[in-house]
């Protein structure tokens, strides 16, 4: 058979290949093309009907009623830029949800970061010690200020940053550590913390994946964000609760958030008008995104509770696929699962990439993990960090975002599965 024209439907489909009637959806008429295109035929427009399946996006929003009617209020008042009710109520309600006494808004995840290492008055000759497996945010961060990210290898375990490798990397120059809770996962917190005091070191959570993670210190549970000196969060699109673009950093020390609230607003001297003692920064977030944020936050639990059932419906769907890898969960940490991410080991018979190409083929949006840092062009010093190298060649993150519903998660899991019987 050989057949090159478009195709109107999936029953048109169906009867071109013989198949006869059939549930009629363009996923089963793509699985029945590709296997009659392996086995020889020319259906050369076998890739079509596949653009018309609806997309799995790997990460997605959930704005409801609420959201809408805040961020409607806030137009209706006329406060649309960086004055308005709703930016310090998202603040204290922020930090409250994390168990920290301040929230410092800003336009984004980065500039959160950003203003915790300025507060910190670090700069050039100063280290501070970053994982490698993170977005590049975390590092560059630390450039802005003139003081150097240095590279730590990530555990095993789970993928965060190492602290026996950590501890090992400290110098007499390193003054801070910017530990990162990778896809909604909590570093080992604990043994960070004890390291961090023995040294002095000052911690700093990049917690922009996790909102409401938890991990075990001191034997409480405590929040990402609040464990460290400071915290701080995105509020990007694909992260668990959006404003847009936004970020915030906490802090329990009223002094750091007073410093951030005046760096982040020009460092304006509050008494005279337009006098500005130092450099400082326009990284304000807008009452437009605070009401966002507000409504995001009225309904975090919903949307916590909604990530766990995506990660517990994947665990279901995969369990049992040879070289899968699921996702790290350790006894001492209560994962969001901000990202349901698996490593593709090696006795899963196709790599990494080759499987995200079977996805994409099937209409599934996948992201492989980060490029370890210390490989970037801007930072690569020919350094080896054997754990993290390995993991981003395996690392893969499945389609997780808050409106995934569970047919879609089965969608995802057929795929794999068929691939993995398949080859
Ligand atoms: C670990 C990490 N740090 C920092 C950021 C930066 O946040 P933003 O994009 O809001 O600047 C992100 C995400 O975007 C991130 O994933």
Same mark, same amino acid.
């Given at each position: 058979?050989?057949?090159?024209?478009?195709?109107?439907?999936? /029953?048109?489909? #169906?009867?071109?290949?013989?198949?006869g009637p059939?549930?009629?959806?363009?996923?089963?008429?793509?699985?029945?093309?590709?296997?009659?295109?392996?086995?020889?035929?020319e259906?050369?427009?076998?890739?079509?009907?596949?653009?018309?399946?609806?997309?799995i996006?790997v990460?997605?929003?959930?704005?409801g009623q609420?959201?809408?009617?805040?961020?409607?209020?806030?137009?209706?008042?006329?406060w649309?830029?960086?004055?308005?009710?709703?930016i310090p109520?998202f603040?204290?309600?922020?930090?409250?949800?994390?168990?920290?006494?301040?929230?410092?808004?800003? =336009?984004?995840?980065?500039?959160? &970061?950003?203003?915790?290492?300025?507060?910190?008055?670090?700069?050039?000759?100063?280290?501070?010690?970053v994982?490698? &497996?993170?977005?590049?945010?975390?590092a560059?961060a630390?450039?802005?200020?003139?003081?150097?990210?240095v590279?730590?290898?990530?555990?095993?375990?789970?993928?965060?940053?190492?602290?026996?490798?950590l501890?090992?990397?400290?110098?007499?120059?390193?003054?801070?550590?910017?530990v990162?809770?990778?896809?909604g996962?909590?570093?080992d917190?604990?043994a960070i913390?004890?390291i961090?005091?023995?040294? /002095?070191?000052?911690?700093?959570?990049d917690?922009?994946?996790?909102?409401?993670?938890?991990?075990?210190?001191?034997?409480?549970?405590?929040?990402?964000?609040?464990?460290?000196?400071?915290?701080?969060?995105?509020?990007?699109?694909?992260?668990?609760?959006?404003?847009?673009?936004?970020? =915030?950093?906490?802090?329990?020390?009223?002094?750091?958030?007073?410093?951030?609230?005046?760096?982040?607003?020009?460092?304006?001297?509050?008494s005279?008008?337009?006098?500005h003692?130092?450099?400082?920064?326009?990284?304000?977030?807008?009452?437009?995104?605070?009401?966002?944020?507000?409504?995001?936050l009225?309904?975090? %639990?919903?949307?916590?509770?909604?990530? &766990?059932?995506?990660?517990?419906?994947y665990?279901?769907?995969?369990?049992?696929?040879?070289?899968?890898?699921a996702?790290?969960?350790?006894?001492?940490?209560?994962?969001?699962?901000?990202?349901?991410?698996?490593?593709?080991n090696r006795?899963?018979?196709?790599?990494?990439?080759?499987?995200?190409?079977?996805l994409?083929?099937a209409g599934?949006?996948t992201?492989?993990?980060?490029?370890?840092?210390?490989?970037?062009?801007p930072?690569?010093?020919?350094?080896r960090?054997?754990?993290?190298?390995?993991?981003?060649?395996r690392?893969?993150?499945?389609?997780?975002?808050?409106?995934?519903s569970p047919? %879609?998660?089965?969608?995802?899991?057929?795929?794999? #599965?068929?691939?993995?019987e398949?080859?």
């Amino acid at each position: 058979m050989s057949w090159a024209g478009p195709v109107a439907s999936p /029953d048109e489909a #169906r009867a071109i290949l013989g198949l006869g009637p059939g549930p009629g959806s363009w996923y089963e008429v793509y699985s029945a093309c590709r296997n009659y295109f392996i086995k020889g035929g020319e259906i050369l427009s076998a890739q079509r009907p596949i653009s018309e399946l609806k997309r799995i996006p790997v990460a997605s929003t959930s704005i409801g009623q609420r959201e809408k009617e805040l961020v409607q209020q806030a137009l209706d008042t006329g406060w649309v830029s960086s004055a308005g009710e709703f930016i310090p109520r998202f603040e204290e309600q922020f930090a409250a949800f994390c168990g920290s006494a301040h929230g410092v808004s800003a =336009m984004n995840g980065t500039c959160a &970061l950003h203003l915790a290492l300025a507060v910190l008055g670090l700069g050039p000759g100063d280290e501070v010690l970053v994982p490698s &497996l993170t977005f590049v945010a975390t590092a560059n961060a630390v450039s802005y200020t003139g003081a150097k990210p240095v590279f730590v290898d990530s555990e095993a375990a789970t993928w965060n940053l190492d602290p026996a490798r950590l501890e090992a990397a400290i110098t007499p120059r390193s003054k801070a550590a910017i530990v990162v809770h990778l896809y909604g996962h909590p570093a080992d917190m604990a043994a960070i913390m004890a390291i961090a005091r023995r040294h /002095d070191l000052t911690v700093i959570e990049d917690a922009a994946e996790a909102h409401g993670a938890e991990a075990l210190l001191d034997g409480a549970w405590r929040r990402v964000g609040s464990m460290g000196r400071m915290g701080c969060f995105s509020f990007y699109g694909n992260k668990i609760l959006t404003t847009g673009e936004g970020g =915030m950093l906490v802090t329990d020390d009223a002094e750091l958030a007073q410093r951030a609230f005046w760096l982040r607003d020009h460092a304006m001297d509050k008494s005279r008008p337009y006098w500005h003692p130092e450099i400082g920064f326009n990284y304000r977030m807008t009452n437009l995104q605070a009401a966002l944020g507000l409504g995001q936050l009225e309904r975090v %639990e919903e949307i916590l509770a909604g990530k &766990l059932q995506v990660a517990r419906l994947y665990a279901e769907g995969l369990a049992g696929v040879r070289g899968l890898q699921a996702p790290p969960a350790e006894p001492w940490a209560k994962s969001v699962y901000w990202m349901y991410s698996v490593l593709v080991n090696r006795d899963f018979p196709l790599s990494r990439d080759q499987l995200r190409q079977e996805l994409l083929a099937a209409g599934i949006d996948t992201r492989p993990f980060f490029h370890p840092l210390h490989t970037l062009p801007p930072y690569a010093k020919g350094q080896r960090l054997p754990v993290c190298e390995d993991l981003a060649q395996r690392g893969l993150n499945l389609p997780s975002g808050p409106a995934i519903s569970p047919e %879609e998660i089965a969608r995802v899991c057929q795929v794999i #599965r068929g691939v993995a019987e398949r080859s």
